[in-house]
Protein backbone atom coordinates (compact mmCIF):
# COMPACT_ATOMS: atom_id res chain seq x y z
CA UNK A 1 0.00 0.00 0.00
CA UNK A 2 1.00 3.80 -1.07
CA UNK A 3 0.79 5.28 2.32
CA UNK A 4 2.09 8.96 1.64
CA UNK A 5 2.89 10.67 4.66
CA UNK A 6 5.79 13.07 5.77
CA UNK A 7 7.10 12.74 8.86
CA UNK A 8 7.51 16.25 10.71
CA UNK A 9 10.16 17.51 12.82
CA UNK A 10 11.68 13.85 12.94
CA UNK A 11 15.39 14.84 13.27
CA UNK A 12 14.39 16.87 16.16
CA UNK A 13 12.22 14.24 17.67
CA UNK A 14 14.91 11.72 17.55
CA UNK A 15 17.49 14.01 19.33
CA UNK A 16 15.23 14.64 21.78
CA UNK A 17 14.09 11.27 22.21
CA UNK A 18 17.63 10.17 22.68
CA UNK A 19 17.57 6.34 21.70
CA UNK A 20 19.00 4.04 23.68
CA UNK A 21 19.51 0.70 21.80
CA UNK A 22 18.49 -1.21 24.70
CA UNK A 23 15.18 0.72 24.83
CA UNK A 24 11.17 0.18 25.01
CA UNK A 25 9.54 3.01 23.14
CA UNK A 26 6.13 4.07 21.96
CA UNK A 27 4.71 5.10 19.18
CA UNK A 28 1.12 6.09 19.32
CA UNK A 29 0.51 7.74 16.06
CA UNK A 30 2.60 5.31 13.90
CA UNK A 31 1.14 6.41 10.63
CA UNK A 32 3.43 5.63 7.60
CA UNK A 33 6.18 3.68 9.94
CA UNK A 34 8.43 6.33 8.96
CA UNK A 35 9.73 7.88 12.62
CA UNK A 36 8.54 4.22 13.98
CA UNK A 37 11.38 2.70 11.65
CA UNK A 38 14.42 5.51 12.49
CA UNK A 39 13.47 4.63 16.03
CA UNK A 40 13.43 0.78 15.75
CA UNK A 41 16.96 0.71 13.97
CA UNK A 42 18.43 3.17 16.86
CA UNK A 43 17.25 0.40 19.34
CA UNK A 44 17.68 -3.16 18.07
CA UNK A 45 18.39 -5.09 21.54
CA UNK A 46 14.91 -3.01 22.47
CA UNK A 47 11.32 -2.91 22.06
CA UNK A 48 9.13 -0.62 19.94
CA UNK A 49 5.27 -0.78 19.95
CA UNK A 50 3.48 1.06 16.89
CA UNK A 51 -0.06 2.09 17.27
CA UNK A 52 -2.63 3.75 15.27
CA UNK A 53 -5.95 3.38 14.51
CA UNK A 54 -6.24 3.73 10.98
CA UNK A 55 -5.94 0.25 9.36
CA UNK A 56 -4.17 1.71 6.46
CA UNK A 57 -1.64 3.19 8.23
CA UNK A 58 -1.17 -0.47 10.15
CA UNK A 59 -1.16 -2.36 7.01
CA UNK A 60 1.80 0.66 5.67
CA UNK A 61 4.10 -0.04 9.05
CA UNK A 62 3.63 -3.69 8.26
CA UNK A 63 5.22 -3.59 5.28
CA UNK A 64 7.59 -0.80 5.80
CA UNK A 65 8.93 -2.16 9.07
CA UNK A 66 8.52 -5.91 8.09
CA UNK A 67 12.54 -6.86 7.96
CA UNK A 68 13.05 -5.44 12.02
CA UNK A 69 12.37 -7.94 14.66
CA UNK A 70 11.77 -5.67 17.52
CA UNK A 71 8.70 -4.27 16.77
CA UNK A 72 5.37 -4.63 17.66
CA UNK A 73 2.40 -3.05 15.30
CA UNK A 74 -1.03 -3.08 16.86
CA UNK A 75 -4.39 -1.18 15.62
CA UNK A 76 -5.82 1.02 18.80
CA UNK A 77 -5.94 4.42 19.68
CA UNK A 78 -2.96 5.61 21.50
CA UNK A 79 -5.55 6.84 24.27
CA UNK A 80 -5.83 2.99 25.22
CA UNK A 81 -2.29 2.85 25.03
CA UNK A 82 -1.44 1.24 28.64
CA UNK A 83 -3.58 -1.88 28.40
CA UNK A 84 -1.65 -2.68 25.07
CA UNK A 85 1.36 -2.31 26.12
CA UNK A 86 0.96 -4.06 29.13
CA UNK A 87 -0.92 -7.12 26.73
CA UNK A 88 2.85 -6.90 25.51
CA UNK A 89 4.11 -7.86 28.81
CA UNK A 90 5.28 -4.84 29.17
CA UNK A 91 5.51 -2.37 32.46
CA UNK A 92 6.75 0.83 31.50
CA UNK A 93 8.80 2.47 28.67
CA UNK A 94 11.53 5.11 28.23
CA UNK A 95 9.91 7.19 25.74
CA UNK A 96 6.88 7.78 23.74
CA UNK A 97 6.10 9.82 20.51
CA UNK A 98 2.26 11.16 19.58
CA UNK A 99 2.20 13.28 15.88
CA UNK A 100 -1.41 14.07 16.39
CA UNK A 101 -3.93 15.34 13.64
CA UNK A 102 -4.62 13.91 9.87
CA UNK A 103 -2.16 12.76 7.71
CA UNK A 104 -1.27 13.16 4.46
CA UNK A 105 -2.78 9.78 3.08
CA UNK A 106 -5.99 10.40 4.58
CA UNK A 107 -6.27 13.93 3.53
CA UNK A 108 -4.76 13.13 -0.29
CA UNK A 109 -6.99 9.49 -0.43
CA UNK A 110 -10.60 11.36 -1.72
CA UNK A 111 -12.35 8.63 -0.81
CA UNK A 112 -11.97 9.06 2.98
CA UNK A 113 -13.58 12.21 2.84
CA UNK A 114 -11.26 14.39 4.83
CA UNK A 115 -10.73 17.65 2.57
CA UNK A 116 -13.04 19.52 0.88
CA UNK A 117 -10.79 19.38 -2.17
CA UNK A 118 -12.07 16.41 -3.42
CA UNK A 119 -15.41 14.96 -4.39
CA UNK A 120 -16.35 12.02 -1.57
CA UNK A 121 -18.70 10.52 0.60
CA UNK A 122 -18.54 12.34 3.84
CA UNK A 123 -16.71 10.16 6.14
CA UNK A 124 -13.65 11.22 7.78
CA UNK A 125 -13.30 7.94 10.49
CA UNK A 126 -9.78 7.73 11.45
CA UNK A 127 -10.60 4.10 12.49
CA UNK A 128 -12.90 3.62 9.59
CA UNK A 129 -15.82 2.54 12.13
CA UNK A 130 -18.46 4.48 13.89
CA UNK A 131 -20.45 7.53 13.43
CA UNK A 132 -18.94 9.49 10.02
CA UNK A 133 -19.46 12.97 8.88
CA UNK A 134 -22.31 12.22 7.03
CA UNK A 135 -24.36 11.40 10.41
CA UNK A 136 -23.36 14.34 11.92
CA UNK A 137 -23.70 16.67 9.09
CA UNK A 138 -27.62 15.08 8.27
CA UNK A 139 -28.47 14.63 12.09
CA UNK A 140 -27.40 16.50 14.90
CA UNK A 141 -29.26 19.56 15.98
CA UNK A 142 -28.62 22.79 15.13
CA UNK A 143 -27.25 23.95 18.17
CA UNK A 144 -24.80 20.71 18.77
CA UNK A 145 -23.62 21.47 15.28
CA UNK A 146 -22.80 25.09 15.65
CA UNK A 147 -21.18 23.97 18.83
CA UNK A 148 -18.77 21.52 17.22
CA UNK A 149 -17.88 23.76 14.70
CA UNK A 150 -17.54 27.27 16.67
CA UNK A 151 -15.63 25.13 19.71
CA UNK A 152 -13.83 22.68 17.56
CA UNK A 153 -12.95 25.01 14.25
CA UNK A 154 -13.32 28.42 16.19
CA UNK A 155 -15.41 29.16 13.26
CA UNK A 156 -17.16 32.66 14.01
CA UNK A 157 -19.82 32.27 11.92
CA UNK A 158 -20.45 29.19 13.15
CA UNK A 159 -23.93 29.62 13.36
CA UNK A 160 -24.60 30.70 9.57
CA UNK A 161 -23.24 27.73 8.83
CA UNK A 162 -25.02 25.29 10.79
CA UNK A 163 -27.95 27.47 10.06
CA UNK A 164 -27.27 26.60 6.58
CA UNK A 165 -26.97 23.23 6.82
CA UNK A 166 -29.61 22.41 8.37
CA UNK A 167 -31.85 24.39 5.58
CA UNK A 168 -30.33 22.22 2.87
CA UNK A 169 -30.47 18.68 4.34
CA UNK A 170 -34.11 19.60 4.99
CA UNK A 171 -34.85 19.35 1.36
CA UNK A 172 -31.86 16.57 0.62
CA UNK A 173 -29.43 14.68 2.60
CA UNK A 174 -25.59 16.54 2.64
CA UNK A 175 -23.79 13.88 1.33
CA UNK A 176 -20.39 14.58 -0.06
CA UNK A 177 -17.52 16.56 0.56
CA UNK A 178 -17.96 19.25 -2.13
CA UNK A 179 -21.65 19.51 -1.41
CA UNK A 180 -20.56 20.37 2.64
CA UNK A 181 -17.95 22.35 1.21
CA UNK A 182 -20.65 24.69 -1.38
CA UNK A 183 -23.13 25.28 1.40
CA UNK A 184 -19.92 26.40 4.44
CA UNK A 185 -19.03 28.73 1.17
CA UNK A 186 -22.50 30.04 0.40
CA UNK A 187 -22.90 31.00 4.36
CA UNK A 188 -19.82 32.93 4.84
CA UNK A 189 -19.05 36.66 3.57
CA UNK A 190 -17.21 37.44 0.39
CA UNK A 191 -14.76 39.36 2.08
CA UNK A 192 -13.68 36.26 4.08
CA UNK A 193 -13.41 33.94 1.03
CA UNK A 194 -10.93 36.38 -0.19
CA UNK A 195 -9.24 36.98 2.85
CA UNK A 196 -8.72 33.33 4.52
CA UNK A 197 -8.41 30.92 1.74
CA UNK A 198 -11.09 28.03 1.52
CA UNK A 199 -13.80 28.88 3.92
CA UNK A 200 -14.36 25.33 4.63
CA UNK A 201 -11.41 24.54 6.40
CA UNK A 202 -12.52 25.48 9.75
CA UNK A 203 -15.57 23.21 9.90
CA UNK A 204 -14.03 20.55 8.37
CA UNK A 205 -11.85 20.65 10.99
CA UNK A 206 -14.34 20.79 13.51
CA UNK A 207 -16.27 17.67 11.85
CA UNK A 208 -13.24 15.14 11.72
CA UNK A 209 -12.26 16.51 15.17
CA UNK A 210 -15.34 15.48 16.60
CA UNK A 211 -16.13 12.37 14.85
CA UNK A 212 -12.50 10.78 15.83
CA UNK A 213 -13.10 12.39 19.52
CA UNK A 214 -9.68 13.69 19.21
CA UNK A 215 -9.28 15.59 21.94
CA UNK A 216 -10.60 13.73 24.36
CA UNK A 217 -8.22 10.95 23.18
CA UNK A 218 -5.58 13.35 23.49
CA UNK A 219 -6.27 14.21 27.20
CA UNK A 220 -6.44 10.80 28.32
CA UNK A 221 -3.48 9.69 26.09
CA UNK A 222 -1.55 12.34 27.68
CA UNK A 223 -2.03 10.75 31.22
CA UNK A 224 -1.93 7.07 30.52
CA UNK A 225 1.30 8.52 28.46
CA UNK A 226 2.90 9.44 31.81
CA UNK A 227 2.40 6.74 34.25
CA UNK A 228 3.57 4.33 31.58
CA UNK A 229 7.14 6.23 31.21
CA UNK A 230 10.27 4.99 32.92
CA UNK A 231 11.76 7.90 35.36
CA UNK A 232 13.49 10.09 33.06
CA UNK A 233 11.12 8.82 30.11
CA UNK A 234 10.56 11.38 27.27
CA UNK A 235 7.46 12.43 26.29
CA UNK A 236 7.34 14.01 22.91
CA UNK A 237 4.17 15.44 21.43
CA UNK A 238 3.68 17.14 18.24
CA UNK A 239 0.42 19.27 17.47
CA UNK A 240 -1.13 20.79 14.55
CA UNK A 241 -3.54 23.28 15.81
CA UNK A 242 -4.40 25.86 18.71
CA UNK A 243 -6.77 23.55 20.25
CA UNK A 244 -3.91 20.52 20.62
CA UNK A 245 -1.20 22.80 21.62
CA UNK A 246 -3.50 24.00 24.37
CA UNK A 247 -3.90 20.95 26.09
CA UNK A 248 -0.76 19.82 25.70
CA UNK A 249 1.07 23.06 27.57
CA UNK A 250 -1.55 23.11 29.71
CA UNK A 251 -1.31 19.11 30.67
CA UNK A 252 2.27 19.97 30.86
CA UNK A 253 2.51 23.01 33.10
CA UNK A 254 0.20 21.19 35.18
CA UNK A 255 2.56 18.08 36.15
CA UNK A 256 5.36 20.73 36.14
CA UNK A 257 3.27 22.53 38.86
CA UNK A 258 0.60 20.53 40.63
CA UNK A 259 0.72 22.31 43.97
CA UNK A 260 -3.00 23.33 45.11
CA UNK A 261 -1.48 24.82 48.00
CA UNK A 262 -3.08 28.74 48.43
CA UNK A 263 -0.11 31.16 46.97
CA UNK A 264 0.06 33.00 51.06
CA UNK A 265 1.31 29.64 51.69
CA UNK A 266 5.05 29.62 52.72
CA UNK A 267 5.61 25.58 51.71
CA UNK A 268 3.67 22.99 50.31
CA UNK A 269 1.09 20.82 52.50
CA UNK A 270 -0.67 19.33 49.30
CA UNK A 271 2.08 17.01 48.93
CA UNK A 272 1.64 17.19 45.29
CA UNK A 273 5.10 17.60 43.72
CA UNK A 274 6.26 17.82 39.89
CA UNK A 275 6.28 15.04 37.89
CA UNK A 276 7.71 16.02 34.96
CA UNK A 277 10.53 18.67 34.19
CA UNK A 278 9.94 20.48 31.02
CA UNK A 279 12.63 19.76 27.95
CA UNK A 280 11.03 22.34 25.81
CA UNK A 281 9.95 25.75 27.37
CA UNK A 282 8.63 26.96 24.02
CA UNK A 283 7.38 25.08 21.30
CA UNK A 284 9.91 24.11 18.62
CA UNK A 285 9.09 24.66 14.80
CA UNK A 286 9.93 23.13 11.63
CA UNK A 287 12.90 25.05 9.70
CA UNK A 288 12.29 27.17 7.08
CA UNK A 289 14.00 24.04 4.31
CA UNK A 290 11.61 21.75 5.97
CA UNK A 291 8.34 23.93 5.34
CA UNK A 292 9.42 24.57 1.81
CA UNK A 293 9.93 20.90 1.70
CA UNK A 294 6.64 19.83 3.51
CA UNK A 295 4.01 23.08 2.89
CA UNK A 296 1.52 20.84 5.55
CA UNK A 297 4.58 21.22 8.16
CA UNK A 298 4.08 25.10 8.66
CA UNK A 299 1.32 24.38 11.47
CA UNK A 300 3.43 21.95 13.89
CA UNK A 301 4.93 22.59 16.98
CA UNK A 302 6.77 20.09 19.27
CA UNK A 303 6.61 20.24 23.08
CA UNK A 304 8.13 17.07 25.37
CA UNK A 305 8.75 16.67 28.60
CA UNK A 306 10.54 14.47 30.98
CA UNK A 307 9.36 12.25 33.78
CA UNK A 308 10.87 12.49 37.12
Request: proline share 4%; charged share 30%.
Amino acid sequence: MDFNHKTVLISETLSLLSVSKSGIYVDGTAGGGGLSREIALRNPEGKLVCIDRDPDAIEACKSRLRDLKNVEIVQGNFSEMNDIVHNLGINQVDGITLDLGVSSHQLDSAERGFSYKFDAPLDMRMSQKGKSAYDVVNFLEYKELRNIISKYGEERFASRIAKTIVEKRERKHINTTLELAEIIKQSVPNSVKRAHGHPARKTFQAIRIYVNKELEALSEGMEKALRLLKKRGILIVITFHSLEDRIVKQKMNSWVNPCQCPSEFPVCVCGKFPEVELITKKPIYPSEEEVNLNFRSRSAKLRACKKL
